[in-house]
């Protein structure tokens, strides 16, 4: 079992930065893949990003492209959501997912099935 526990998520200004936080305990996996999703009030979970094991990312095509960036340190077991140009927008819950499968994606749907969730950090920014 692999659990995570996301952090970093708070109140700030349009225009400003956050770095989340997503740790993972229990089993350790050579081949853990990881990503991040938002979630706004009154909307569906929506995909960010996505970090494989290899180190590959893939990032989502829409409104957060070039704003935001995923990366990982491997020795803390650990991945990060860089955010900066925060819009009013970016407000949601943020979620950190993993998969320890090792499997190739073929599309963005295998990320909204991924084995392992946290529980979610709130960002709010204002205007």
Known sequence: QVQLVESGGGLVQA???LRLSCAASG?????LDMA???????????????IRWSGFITNADDS???RFTISRDSA?????L??????????????CAADTRGLVPKNLAFYYEMEYWGK????TVSS
């Open 15 to 17: 225009g400003g930065s």
């Open 27 to 31: 089993r350790t996996f050579s081949r």
């Open 36 to 50: 991040w999703f938002r979630q706004a009030p009154g909307k569906e979970r929506e995909f960010v990003a996505a």
């Open 64 to 66: 957060v492209k070039g």
């Open 76 to 80: 803390k077991n650990t991945v990060y």
């Open 82 to 95: 860089q955010m900066n140009s925060l819009k009013p927008e970016d407000t949601a819950v943020y979620y």
């Open 120 to 123: 979610g950090t709130l960002v």
